[in-house]
């Protein structure tokens, strides 16, 4: 039976090797660099007590771009587990921090949801009429209810007379429906 083939390797072929090639060579060129830069450091500064030029002084400008090199190299071959990490760390802290303030705001949004709620009832119960027999609420313009069809009439916010149902202002006081 064949194991399943990771995602890396879907997406480039070779990968896994590139990746194990570069955690092997990357710290070895790295130590190379590091070797070769303490060689020139060191007979840099044990020149000082001779009246000789320094002999090993060259190792240090072929160390320091060693160590560059092995330094890049360990850290592409290193930085999915780097950011695999980071994202346990950093991702725990996150959702603690979205539920801290989610507590926090639940009164708001309860009261702001509230607020909303009630405005849409408004909205609907202005453009509706209620039947006086049955109390159901129907459509501004119905003539008659929709559930036990007794003739709807509109009952004046303003003086409380009752108008027709299809009357746009108050016979009484004017005020428009």
Known sequence: ?????????????????????LRVLGPLILLTGIGFTIVGMVSFFASFGSFEPPRYFWCGF?????MFVGAVMTQVGFVGAIARYHAGEIAPVGKDTFNYMAEGTQGGVKTMASAIGAGLSEGMQSNSVRCVKCGSANDAQAKFCDECGTALSKTCGQCGEVNDSDAKFCDSCGTAF
């Not at 039976?1 to 090639?21: C, D, F, S, Y």
């Not at 072929?62 to 060693?66: C, D, K, M, N, R």
């Open 1 to 21: 039976m064949n194991a399943p083939i990771p995602e890396e390797e879907k997406l480039n072929p070779g990968h896994t090797q590139t990746r194990g090639v």
């Open 62 to 66: 072929v160390g320091l771009p060693l």
